[in-house]
């Protein structure tokens, strides 16, 4: 049982928007503390894809951005690709369990 | 350009120790910290610990604690992440991840910007 929660699986169309959720308590996400998000695709390392609520590093495309409102956040993908077909993952910290705490993962498939 | 590699695969033994490195380069290797963070097959990442390179300070998950060690050696910018008394959930692929900078504010909780290639150390007798 993971500390955020995420649902396990979103699918979309090729030029489609999705979203995915990540709710947390008022212990992590709702204590104010940051959300990041990684991207892992099948057999590799996670890649920060977000970091800060809202940030995206260098070479990350604007088809990708994120949100945080209370105890949840957000990431959203526009426009689509196939590759954009993997797992993705929140992450914060909680100030009663770890320094970094993450959720489930969220598997995107494109359809 | 930041680069974290990491030491091969490793089969172990129940019962058993492994010690699984990381060398850093691109940076100021004692200027940020490191993370290491694990993936059991088919499942979601767990956080194990955190280390300064620079004074070697660590903190490590409850779950871990008594049973991983990690450390740093600033000659050759690598740190080392070593767990004991392995069983066969201890079946992962293990991740060394670059945090935050120790001079930023809340720099322990900053994210992971650079990570390993990761290592898998499978636990079976």
């Known amino acids: 049982q993971s500390v955020l929660t995420q649902p396990p699986s979103v699918s979309g169309a090729p030029g489609q928007r999705v979203t995915i959720s990540c709710t947390g308590s008022?212990?992590?996400?709702?204590?104010?503390?940051?959300v990041h998000w990684y991207q892992q695709l099948p057999g590799t390392a996670p890649k920060l894809l977000i970091y800060?609520?809202?940030n995206r590093p260098s070479g990350v495309p604007d088809r990708f951005s994120g949100s945080k409102s209370g105890t949840s956040a957000s990431l959203a993908i526009t426009g689509l690709q196939a590759e954009d077909e993997a797992d993705y993952y929140c992450?914060?910290?909680?100030?009663?369990?770890?320094?970094?705490?993450f959720g489930g993962g969220t598997k995107l498939t494109v359809l | 350009q930041v680069q974290l590699v990491q030491s091969g695969a490793e089969v172990k033994k129940p019962g058993a120790s492994v010690k699984v490195s990381c060398k850093a380069s691109?940076?100021?290797?004692?200027?940020?910290?490191m993370h290491w963070v694990r993936q059991a097959p088919g499942q979601g990442l767990e956080w194990m610990g955190i280390?300064?390179?620079?004074?070697?300070?660590?903190s490590y998950a409850q779950k871990f604690q008594g049973r991983v060690t990690m450390t740093r050696d600033t000659s050759t910018s690598t740190v080392y992440m070593e767990l004991s008394s392995l069983r066969s959930e201890d079946t992962a692929v293990y991740y060394c991840?670059?945090?935050?900078?120790?001079?930023?504010?809340?720099?322990?909780?900053?994210?992971?910007?650079?990570w390993g290639q990761g290592t898998l150390v499978t636990v079976s007798s």
């Open positions: 800060g609520n809202s």
């Open positions: 008022s212990s992590n996400i709702g204590a104010g503390y940051d």
């Open positions: 280390i300064n390179p620079s004074g070697g300070s660590t």
């Open positions: 992450q914060s910290y909680d100030s009663s369990l770890s320094l970094w705490v």
């Open positions: 691109g940076y100021t290797f004692t200027s940020y910290y």
């Open positions: 991840a670059r945090g935050g900078t120790l001079t930023m504010v809340r720099g322990v909780i900053q994210a992971g910007d650079y």
